[in-house]
C-alpha cells in the first residue's frame, strides 16, 4: 500500500521521469530506508524507469553511527546500489561556523548530495521528508512568525532537483512497511532527546495537541499546508506577472569581468501595486539579484517598500552586505555588492 502511495505522489507532482538519476539521501533510519526499498520497487514492478545512487552522511556524533553506515553500505551492495560514504565531524564544524549541530549537520547532507550529484551526472535528489516532517514544519513557523509562505511547509518537489516521495506518507505507515519488509533500520535514539526545537515540537508538542484539542493534527496541518501552496502558487504567478510590468532593465552579472548584477524598476508603477504583491515583488526580485532570499527578513522587506514609498532625493537601504537598493529619479535599483 505504501508503494502504491508513494507512486501515486510521484505521478501527482510528477517528481520522477522516465531516465532521471536520483541520488537518495540515506541515513539508515526507517524514513530514508522505506524511500530507498519503495523506490527499488517501483522501478522494479512498474513502468517508470530511472538510476539510483545512495548517499550516506555519517556524522560522526554518535557511537551507533559506524553501525548505520555497514547497514546501509550492505542493503546497498545485496541490492546492487553504487553508494557512496562521507564522514564528518559535524559538531567541530559546527563550533568552527558558529551555527547549531542541526544547521550544520544540514548543510553538510546538501553539500554532499550535490557533490555525489554531479559525480554520477544526475539531476534530482530524493530525501524522505515525510507529512508528520511536513506537520512539524508548519508548526515551527507558526511559532517563529513565519508568513503565510511558510504555511506551505515542505514542497514536495523544489528546483525541480529535489523531490520527496514520502511526503505525504504519514511515520506510522512508515513503520508499518519497514516491519511488513523486514528492512530492520537503525533509530537515532537522539531523535528521542527535546534539545533541538524539532524534536520537542515532534515529541512534546504535537502529542500533546493530539491528545487535548485534535487527535488528526497531523491530517489538519498537512491540509493547511496543501492549501497554502496552491495560494502561494497563484501570488507568485501574480508577482512574476507584476515584475515583467515594472521591470526596466536587468543586466546580469560576471565576477570574472568585474560587472555586478543590476535590476531597475519603475518605482511609479511598483507604487500602484497592492500591497501584498509589493512585499512580494521586492522579495523576488533580491531573489534575482543574489540567487537567495537568506538574511532577508520581513522588516528589510517593509523597510525598503516604505523606502520606496516615500520617494525624496536620493535614499537607499542595504538591507545585508550583498545588496544595495537605492531610489533615485523615478527608479528603484537593485545593485549587487562584493
Same mark, same amino acid.
Given at each position: 500500500?505504501?508503494?502504491?502511495?508513494?507512486?501515486?505522489?510521484?505521478?501527482?507532482?510528477?517528481?520522477?521521469?522516465?531516465?532521471?538519476?536520483?541520488?537518495?539521501?540515506?541515513?539508515?533510519?526507517?524514513?530514508?530506508?522505506?524511500?530507498?526499498?519503495?523506490?527499488?520497487?517501483?522501478?522494479?514492478?512498474?513502468?517508470?524507469?530511472?538510476?539510483?545512487?545512495?548517499?550516506?552522511?555519517?556524522?560522526?556524533?554518535?557511537?551507533?553511527?559506524?553501525?548505520?553506515?555497514?547497514?546501509?553500505?550492505?542493503?546497498?551492495?545485496?541490492?546492487?546500489?553504487?553508494?557512496?560514504?562521507?564522514?564528518? @565531524?559535524?559538531? #567541530?564544524?559546527?563550533? %568552527? /561556523?558558529?551555527?547549531?549541530? !542541526?544547521?550544520? *549537520?544540514? +548543510?553538510?547532507?546538501?553539500?554532499?548530495?550535490?557533490?555525489?550529484?554531479?559525480?554520477?551526472?544526475?539531476?534530482?535528489?530524493?530525501?524522505?521528508?515525510?507529512?508528520?516532517?511536513?506537520?512539524?514544519?508548519?508548526?515551527?513557523?507558526?511559532?517563529?512568525?513565519?508568513?503565510?509562505?511558510?504555511?506551505?511547509?515542505?514542497?514536495?518537489?523544489?528546483?525541480?532537483?529535489?523531490?520527496?516521495?514520502?511526503?505525504?506518507?504519514?511515520?506510522?505507515?512508515?513503520?508499518?512497511?519497514?516491519?511488513?519488509?523486514?528492512?530492520?533500520?537503525?533509530?537515532?535514539?537522539?531523535?528521542?532527546?527535546?534539545?533541538?526545537?524539532?524534536?520537542?515540537?515532534?515529541?512534546?508538542?504535537?502529542?500533546?495537541?493530539?491528545?487535548?484539542?485534535?487527535?488528526?493534527?497531523?491530517?489538519?496541518?498537512?491540509?493547511?499546508?496543501?492549501?497554502?501552496?496552491?495560494?502561494?502558487?497563484?501570488?507568485? @504567478?501574480?508577482? #512574476?506577472?507584476?515584475? %515583467? /510590468?515594472?521591470?526596466?532593465? !536587468?543586466?546580469? *552579472?560576471? +565576477?570574472?569581468?568585474?560587472?555586478?548584477?543590476?535590476?531597475?524598476?519603475?518605482?511609479?508603477?511598483?507604487?500602484?501595486?497592492?500591497?501584498?504583491?509589493?512585499?512580494?515583488?521586492?522579495?523576488?526580485?533580491?531573489?534575482?539579484?543574489?540567487?537567495?532570499?537568506?538574511?532577508?527578513?520581513?522588516?528589510?522587506?517593509?523597510?525598503?517598500?516604505?523606502?520606496?514609498?516615500?520617494?525624496?532625493?536620493?535614499?537607499?537601504?542595504?538591507?545585508?552586505?550583498?545588496?544595495?537598493?537605492?531610489?533615485?529619479?523615478?527608479?528603484?535599483?537593485?545593485?549587487?555588492?562584493?
Amino acid at each position: 500500500m505504501l508503494e502504491q502511495k508513494i507512486l501515486k505522489t510521484i505521478k501527482k507532482y510528477e517528481l520522477i521521469k522516465n531516465g532521471d538519476n536520483i541520488v537518495v539521501g540515506v541515513s539508515g533510519g526507517p524514513d530514508s530506508m522505506a524511500l530507498l526499498n519503495a523506490l527499488i520497487n517501483i522501478r522494479k514492478n512498474s513502468n517508470l524507469k530511472f538510476a539510483i545512487t545512495v548517499a550516506h552522511i555519517n556524522h560522526m556524533i554518535r557511537l551507533e553511527a559506524e553501525e548505520e553506515t555497514k547497514y546501509v553500505q550492505n542493503f546497498c551492495i545485496k541490492n546492487n546500489i553504487e553508494c557512496f560514504i562521507k564522514k564528518e @565531524k559535524v559538531e #567541530e564544524i559546527a563550533k %568552527k /561556523e558558529k551555527i547549531g549541530t !542541526e544547521e550544520a *549537520g544540514r +548543510k553538510v547532507r546538501y553539500s554532499f548530495f550535490d557533490e555525489v550529484l554531479k559525480q554520477v551526472n544526475a539531476n534530482k535528489i530524493a530525501t524522505a521528508h515525510n507529512a508528520n516532517d511536513n506537520a512539524e514544519t508548519v508548526l515551527m513557523n507558526i511559532i517563529r512568525g513565519s508568513g503565510t509562505s511558510g504555511l506551505k511547509g515542505i514542497e514536495p518537489i523544489r528546483e525541480n532537483k529535489y523531490i520527496r516521495a514520502l511526503i505525504e506518507c504519514t511515520r506510522a505507515e512508515i513503520e508499518e512497511y519497514c516491519e511488513g519488509q523486514n528492512l530492520e533500520p537503525k533509530i537515532d535514539k537522539s531523535n528521542m532527546e527535546n534539545i533541538y526545537t524539532r524534536n520537542k515540537v515532534r515529541n512534546l508538542l504535537i502529542p500533546y495537541i493530539k491528545e487535548n484539542f485534535n487527535p488528526n493534527i497531523v491530517t489538519s496541518l498537512n491540509r493547511l499546508s496543501n492549501l497554502a501552496a496552491n495560494e502561494n502558487d497563484f501570488i507568485q @504567478k501574480k508577482v #512574476e506577472e507584476s515584475y %515583467k /510590468e515594472v521591470l526596466i532593465n !536587468e543586466m546580469l *552579472g560576471n +565576477k570574472e569581468l568585474q560587472r555586478k548584477k543590476e535590476i531597475i524598476i519603475d518605482l511609479k508603477k511598483f507604487n500602484k501595486l497592492d500591497l501584498v504583491i509589493k512585499n512580494r515583488l521586492m522579495l523576488y526580485t533580491i531573489v534575482r539579484v543574489l540567487g537567495t532570499s537568506k538574511n532577508i527578513e520581513k522588516v528589510h522587506i517593509e523597510d525598503l517598500v516604505k523606502l520606496c514609498s516615500n520617494n525624496i532625493g536620493n535614499k537607499y537601504l542595504t538591507p545585508n552586505k550583498n545588496i544595495k537598493v537605492m531610489v533615485n529619479n523615478g527608479k528603484v535599483y537593485f545593485e549587487q555588492l562584493w
